[in-house]
């Protein structure tokens, strides 16, 4: 079996393709993937040499999407990769900006545009995809529609960009994280991804989080999902500075099998360089 | 001012609305809303007299667009109500289950019926509305379509019920708030619900927890938001159990508001009843 590069969900010219050069660099061969759960499916049997997939953005927050995938999956998170979005209205060359009277793009995407797409008062409508709708569009050749999505896009689809950083918020960042069929090797600057759920008692959760606490370990972020079984009860994923062979994770980590039901170590990587500007 | 009735998201038919006829009473005067913040803003307003709004289904996680509603509005949560979904695959009378080439509905309910639909290997389209998918069905007179909607849709539009119960799991549950421009009166069996936001600074979520921790009050759910001002900061939203005139909530809360850097009480309301089986 021929191992090809690295997988990403979208058409070529998504969001998740530009993370993949901006980490691998932009002759890197990429395998686009039609949903996420194939991003994850292609890595773990080894198909390609890793995926890339969206985990949060600094305005639309979590993407339930891939959190649910990592619940699933035995791929190992080995890296991450912040991207700064800058989202473009996109037609055909013919096509002027009092021409467009329907916008098509991701959810996401045109959540993150939602103030300057009301300024233009036209339809607004759900795809699966923000390259894919660029792609959609050039190939109907829709005269009276635009897309949202990158530059690349419109690029790699010879569109025309009406307009440029239409996002309403300009610290508008993407993290995205790199799975890899096996763990990586120890490296400094470190973060450490684990799930875990806890007894259904009152404190558990609390009682949880103190062992990162009492080791003195950053906790970088949280977050929950509903495991499916019982309504209510909660897969927590959490994400913490340095690796889990330093002592402190080490030990924060050993405790935390005595108070959680369930505990799972996605991987230890190093942290995105550059960090966005605070 | 006339005062309406209550506002929901959604076309006639929505779950939204279900909710409202199992809280209210079927007999209830209900307000469609095209947005989950125009049901906040005619709450807030006075104009209606509540509005109810999804925060949570047990299957796929939290509802972003409220939980940032809550963020920015000056509603309280009045009361809490757990629906029990089963979706159903809606079309024309005459339209048969093999006459269909495409399915719509909103992504959250096309999500929680992904095992089924993938068996009948036809294409989804999302929308941004169940009942209202249905409905552009009817009006379209589309003899190839079918959506994923609530029974009730398809009483309301008289369209006819191809499959009933489609969910991928059994213990489906969508938990609505009901919010009120003003707060409801201490009662039994409560809960309460806050956002706040902690310090950048290490142990900072751990010691905000701990004050509900030390006076032994139950934390039933946690989630995060994007606080959309800088980058990888979060609001937390925080529901407990107890009012907050009870004393261990009082003294919680009292502990909490020196250890973050904004808070904010959304409101103590009684526990939606009867639980959801275990």
Known sequence: ???RGIAF???HGAYSEEAVHQHFGTETDTVPCK????VFNLTETGEVQHGVVPVENSIEGSV????????????KITGEIVLRVVHCLIALPST????????????????QCRGYLATLGVEVKVSYDTAGSVKMIRDGRMKDAAAVASMGAAQIYEMNVLRQGIEDYGHNYTRF????????ERAPMCKTSVIFSVPHVPGSLY?????????GVNLTKIESRPTRQRPWEYYFFLDSEGHRDEAAQKEALRELVKRTTFLKVLGSYPR?????PQ
């Open 1 to 3: 079996m021929k191992t």
């Open 9 to 11: 969900q979208g058409e």
């Open 35 to 38: 949903t996420i759960s194939e």
């Open 64 to 75: 339930h999407e891939t959190y649910d995938s990592l619940i699933t999956s035995n791929t």
């Open 96 to 111: 002027t900006i009092s021409d467009v009277k329907v916008i098509y793009s991701h959810p996401q995407a045109l959540a």
């Open 177 to 184: 994280l790199v799975m890899s069929a096996k763990e990586s």
């Open 207 to 215: 009682a949880s989080l103190e062992t990162f606490a009492t080791h």
């Open 272 to 276: 995105a360089r550059p960090e966005p």
